[in-house]
């Protein structure tokens, strides 16, 4: 049976360019896919006076396709500024790879999500975001629907892993059901804390685990 896959998705999946961590990124950020529960996390280093993207790594925990994407669209954003990196999708990383087979295409979803997110909170972190919206629970919410359990590749909201949110005087408290003693505690909460803690009026976030 034929590979259903282009010559360019096997070169980029068998060489992915731009494949590591930046010790010193500006943003680092994980990206779960709902469809399949694989992730990839994101490493942008910007110059803070041009806005150009010096610098993008990806980890890939995630198939082929996945890989493929991220190593094309990383090529893609490099050296871009970054409001023109927001406007790139998983069409144009599917368009350059020459293709993917339908049912892989979440897969370059889950790449580009990580760039928008990456992106995004680069932008709320330097202000370049025009209009600053008070952060409410809904925010916060929509926020940590992208922190992925590791263990199971659900985010914390899907999964029903949130009781409780409250928001005071600038500091956020997010409580979780889940035991402090979880193997994946610590990452889930460097990963609210990159989602939340740049937010412009947002002065501390408090995790807590009480499962
Ligand atoms: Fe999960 Fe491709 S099947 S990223």
């Known amino acids: 049976m034929p590979v259903p896959y282009t010559k360019l998705v096997i070169e980029h999946f068998k060489h992915p360019h731009n494949v590591g961590e930046i010790k010193n990124a500006d943003v680092k950020v994980t990206e ?20 150009v993207i010096e610098d993008i790594k990806f980890q890939s925990f995630g198939c082929a396709s996945n890989i493929a994407t991220g190593s094309i669209l990383t090529d893609i954003v490099k050296g871009k500024k970054i409001e023109e990196a927001a406007k790139i999708t998983w069409k144009d990383a599917v368009k350059a790879l020459g293709g993917l087979p339908t049912v892989k295409i979440h897969c370059s979803v889950l790449a580009a999500d990580a760039l928008h997110s990456a992106v995004e909170i680069y932008m709320e972190k330097t202000g370049l ?16 629907s992208h922190v ?45 804390l990159e989602r939340l803690e740049h937010l412009w009026d947002v002065t501390a976030v408090k995790v807590i685990f009480e499962g």
């Open 32 to 51: 779960g896919s709902p469809a399949c529960g694989d992730m990839l996390t994101l490493y942008l280093k910007v110059d803070p006076e041009t806005h």
């Open 129 to 144: 975001v025009k209009e600053k919206k008070p952060t409410t629970k809904e925010i916060v919410m929509s926020k940590l």
């Open 148 to 192: 992925v359990d590791p263990l199971t590749g659900i985010d914390v909201v899907r999964s029903g892993l949130i009781k409780t949110i409250h928001i005071k005087d600038g500091i956020v408290t997010v409580i979780l059901d889940l035991p402090k003693e979880h193997q994946f505690a610590k990452n889930i909460e460097e990963e609210i």
